[in-house]
Every structure is written in structure tokens, then in C-alpha cells.
């Protein structure tokens, strides 16, 4: 997820939309994310997935798309990007939740706080849901919440949002587990 991210940043986002989907019952687990960056042209968006393509000037391999790509089709899924150049960027991974191969979510509270800590001037909107249930944490919230007078990497702040986000899922899986 943090190299998935940090191709939004690079590509200039201000807003990041991270969605986690679990539905137990139609046994399918989407995740999305989506930003207000400078998006690809379509020669681009048709080649990205190529491990061999990438705009990094770093290196001349970019694993991220084509590793959440294989990692959805692996587990029976599938995997779509739409880019609009000056628009931004959506990416959709979709797997069967039960399958052998998918990959665990992982530690998606210490993702999202560590993106928000290193990205403090940049806006994200995670949102979890299992079932019926969601949270959502809006950085813009927590903007308007504080005034401005407070940057969103201050220590308090951070130790807040893990703390709702730890609280957050916990809150989901406690409910599942009914």
C-alpha cells in the first residue's frame, strides 16, 4: 500500500482516497484508492502494469502496480485502472476473500498513521469496512478540528489518530466476531 501511495505523491496528489472492503458473506475483499493527482495518458495507464515500464527515474523496475495486480488475479480477483491526465488516478483490486493466496490486509492502522506522519501537508480519507460496519478517518476533518494551529505529524495528533484507527477496526472485528 505505501508504494501505491507514494505513486499518488509523486504524482502530486493533495487528496488520497484508501478503501478497504471486506464482505464476509459475498466472500470478497476489494481495496481501492484513488487521487486528485496528475494522472497518465491512456499509452501509459495501457503500459503501467509492466514491471519494466515505469516514470521513476530512480530505477528502471516498478513492482507496485504490477504486485497488486498479480496479487488480486492470484486470489481470483481482478485488478482496474482509470487515469485521466490533470484528473487523478483510481486503482480497484478485487479478491475472493477465502482464497489460499490472498494476502492478508496487514497493519492497515500503522499504514495510514505513518502516511499521514510523512505526508503531513496532504490530505487522506481511509475508510474500512466489514459488512455492514465502517469508520472512516478524513484528514480534513481533523484540519478544520484543530484550527490549523496544529500540524497533523505533532505527537498528540499522531498518537489520536492511531489510537481511532487501532480503535476502528477493532470496533469492526469485535462486531463480526458476534
Not at 515500464?53 to 485502472?81: C, E, H, N, W, Y
Amino acid at each position: 500500500m505505501l508504494d501505491i501511495v507514494q505513486n499518488s505523491l509523486n504524482a502530486g496528489a493533495a487528496l488520497i482516497h484508501i478503501e478497504v472492503d471486506e464482505q464476509e458473506q459475498a466472500d470478497t475483499l476489494i481495496v481501492r484508492v484513488a487521487d486528485d493527482g496528475s494522472g497518465m495518458p491512456p499509452e501509459l495507464v495501457a503500459k503501467v502494469t509492466d514491471p519494466f515500464v515505469t516514470t521513476r527515474t530512480t530505477r528502471k523496475v516498478g513492482l507496485g502496480l504490477p504486485l497488486f495486480m498479480q496479487g488480486a488475479k492470484a486470489a481470483d480477483g481482478d485488478f482496474s485502472i482509470q487515469s485521466e491526465v490533470g484528473k487523478g488516478t483510481r486503482l480497484c483490486a478485487t479478491y475472493r476473500r477465502s482464497h489460499i493466496d490472498r494476502q492478508p490486509v496487514g497493519d492497515m492502522a500503522g499504514t495510514v498513521q505513518t502516511l499521514v506522519l510523512c505526508n503531513p501537508d496532504t490530505d487522506f480519507v481511509y475508510t474500512r469496512r466489514l459488512n455492514n460496519r465502517s469508520f472512516t478517518l478524513d484528514t480534513r476533518e481533523l484540519r478544520r478540528a484543530l484550527g490549523g494551529e496544529v500540524p497533523l505529524n505533532a505527537p498528540e495528533v499522531q498518537a489520536w489518530i492511531r489510537d481511532y484507527l487501532i480503535e476502528g477496526e477493532k470496533g469492526l472485528l469485535e462486531v463480526s466476531d458476534r
